[in-house]
């Protein structure tokens, strides 16, 4: 079993800058994505940045150039650097293992959430 504890979130000012962390416990093998999903009230999850196991990296469009995401293996943690923060940027943010399992299946693993909000 894999728990994800986030941490970093908070109130911050437009323009202003967070970093999330999320570390991972149990085994997430070496084929694996860690990353961080986004819900803001009334809207659906959506995708906000991934990385593989092997560096590769996934940005949605609406954050590229503000967002960065990094990963530290021997740690099994995952960081997302958030710059020049938007109000339209506040939202829970979870992060996601993506784990290759036994069979070739693909299991998901999430954590509680932490709350990000962008306002003056």
């Known amino acids: 079993q894999v728990q994800l504890v986030e941490s970093g979130g908070g109130l911050v000012q437009p323009g202003g800058s967070l970093r999330l962390s999320c570390a991972a416990s149990?085994?997430?093998?070496?084929?694996?994505?860690l990353g961080w999903y986004r819900q803001a009230p009334g809207k659906q999850r959506e995708s906000v940045a991934r990385?593989?196991?092997?560096?590769?990296?996934m940005y949605a469009d609406f954050v590229k150039g503000r967002f960065t995401i990094s990963r530290d293996n021997a740690k099994n943690t995952v960081y997302l650097q958030m710059n020049s923060l938007k109000p339209e940027d506040t939202a829970v943010y979870y992060c996601n293992a993506h784990i290759l399992a036994v069979g070739g299946r693909w299991d998901d693993y999430w954590g509680q959430g932490t709350q990000v909000t962008v306002s003056s």
């Open positions: 990385m593989f196991s092997g560096g590769f990296t």
């Open positions: 149990g085994s997430i093998g070496s084929n694996n994505a």
